[in-house]
């Protein structure tokens, strides 16, 4: 049995079209190569790492595996100096900070995610990974133009048509398409509206007719029967995170993994965890203060205003305050390692699709 | 070729798993028989319409195909008497009426869409259709167990796996997995947090893993390849409403339609066209006044505070004020008939199927 669509197979030069979502501060060199050793395209998130790091775990990688990669990056705009909001957001969190005891961060907030930069791209030209992945759209033209020059594909991931069209039309040679239902920051660049993101069955199905290049299908996808879904719908792969997440490679605290377990856990797209809005597990926090709040400090701010607060909840064992991702989809429950995931689902997935026959 | 699963076409006895979802006040006799004949699963909305109305409409839709049919009914809470609240959402709304030179409604708004009562079971025991479906949960277990003694199907919608559980607790037959993707009223009953809403593709897996009874994928689906895709995530069936609306037998404004048309239509979960959440083409109300707002008068009352506003923007040209639902899947530019099109979609979905084999 042969996948359907095997473009993204060719494109990359990987056996299982499933990307491994590149999810930052959640996995690492473990991850990227346990997906990689399995067949998928194992994905290293470089957005909060420097590029010293950034050189040393892709070093690490190779030294463990010989297989294709993914490096991912952030391109949003810095966050503008705003001395006022991010005060004011502060004073809104100070009750907060007084009902924990934990020290309220100053102004000005640093950011630990930082867009990609001109520096960063010669360290990507020095390192020459298959798949450049970026988030929030692309770095400017030229910058891409090197990425492309160093010999990598470049993919990103649109959340309507219009941004899809947009990615194509610069020249992308695959295209995520994030469905509302995927954990983790949205890739909107051009839409601002989190009302009207569109889910993945619609969205995907909008996509693979409008562009010629092969589509990623992202969003609520983590077993055998959604990635053949994928397929159905004229998808030529699929990107999985949150299965993942419960992967012994995650590098995730023990709380977002019991939070991930519950059976009943409720996600919500929430901006009040870094600015941003990205699907997460409805937490006090985002109860409280959102899901969207137009008061909150620009992307990534939103998160080091949390950090002290973050780490003293978590301490007494509360998620109240956590970034707890995690998109819609099921969880595995088999604590399978992700490169054994990883070819599980490939083989449920075709499977499946041999079913129908 | 066959389809991969027939539980429901035994149930209901149809040839095609495509149920025409029930839109209350945008399609009628016309839409049931078109679907029915073509061999999916008719349905004649009842929820707008009196006792008198609903015997001559299954009158002559019996009289133009013997295939079986489903009515469906609202079981929502009656509203209660707030005076004081539609008072303050007419002056909200007061500019508006200005604006257009509208004249007011009164306090207290009447209600066009009410819930099922003793009296529509009384009814249906008599025309036993083959099919009944609720929309907002299910109506009092003594209720029901009238309709299932009468021989019919009983089958509602659930947005989250718990409603799907509470459904199937509750003895239906079969339960709509409701995608936020879908198109008009969410079928919400225990949930009321629009923020947690699930897209289909993550609801049909988790549902189906859930229940025993077949279930009926809506949201999002208006072509073979998203037919198709429901069954490979373990539907039974599809529920397609959207795609139905471009239909000649569909009763919608042509402003409705043209909206319709429209390649770049947003649409949004509201509350303000009708007091619950629907989906809806992104209108000048709702983004001024929504997408959820908490002032507004319980359901169905927002529409009737709306209606004379409507009427003269209508007369003008503008659907600035007007119900425009619609879901986030594809709408058919063929202007095929409903059974045209019913048939077309079966067939593409098959060959879909058929060519992953």
């Given amino acids: 049995m042969m996948w359907p669509d095997t473009r993204l197979l060719d494109l990359f030069g990987i056996e299982l079209p499933i990307v491994q979502a590149p999810m930052a501060n959640a996995c690492g060199v473990d991850m990227a190569v346990a997906v990689a050793e399995a067949g998928g395209l194992g994905s290293f998130p470089c957005a909060a790492l420097s590029d010293e790091k950034i050189g040393a775990g892709v070093a690490e990688i190779r030294s463990r595996t010989g297989k294709p990669i993914n490096l991912n990056f952030f391109c949003h705009e810095p966050a503008p100096a705003d001395a006022e909001r991010e005060a004011a957001w502060l004073k809104r969190l100070a009750p907060y900070y007084a009902e924990l005891g934990a020290e309220m961060p100053k102004v000005p907030l640093k950011a630990s995610i930082v867009p990609f930069t001109a ?10 990974p298959t798949v450049v992945s970026f988030h929030f759209g692309l770095p400017d033209a030229a910058l891409v133009a090197r990425v492309k020059k160093a010999g990598c594909k470049v993919i990103s991931s649109a959340t309507t048509l219009r941004e899809a069209r947009w990615l194509a039309e610069r020249g992308v040679d695959a295209i995520i398409a994030q469905g509302a239902e995927a954990g983790g920051h949205r890739g909107m660049f051009l ?73 009943g856990r409720e996600t919500v797209i929430t901006n009040v965890l870094s600015g941003r809005p990205a699907r997460g597990i409805l937490t006090r926090l985002v109860r409280e203060q959102g899901p969207i709040n137009t008061a909150i400090p620009a992307y990534p701010l939103a998160t080091p ?53």
């Fill in 305 to 357: 205003a949390l950090a002290p607060l973050r780490a003293k909840a978590e301490a007494k064992g509360s998620g109240d305050f956590s970034l707890l991702w995690s998109g819609q989809g099921g969880v595995p429950v088999s604590g399978l390692g992700a490169k054994e995931l990883t070819r599980k689902l490939a083989e449920e997935a075709l499977s499946r699709l041999k079913s129908l026959a």
């Fill in 191 to 263: 839409e601002t509206e989190i009302a009207t993101q569109i889910g993945t069955l619609a969205l995907v199905q909008q996509i693979v007719g409008a562009v010629s290049v092969p589509v990623i299908a992202a969003g609520g996808i983590g077993d055998g029967r959604s990635i053949a879904a994928a397929f159905v719908l004229g998808a030529a792969g699929v990107q999985i995170g949150t299965a993942y997440l419960c992967c012994p490679e995650a590098t995730i605290s023990p709380l977002h993994w019991a939070a991930l377990a519950e059976p």
């Fill in 119 to 128: 520096a960063t791209c010669a360290v990507v030209e020095e390192l020459r």
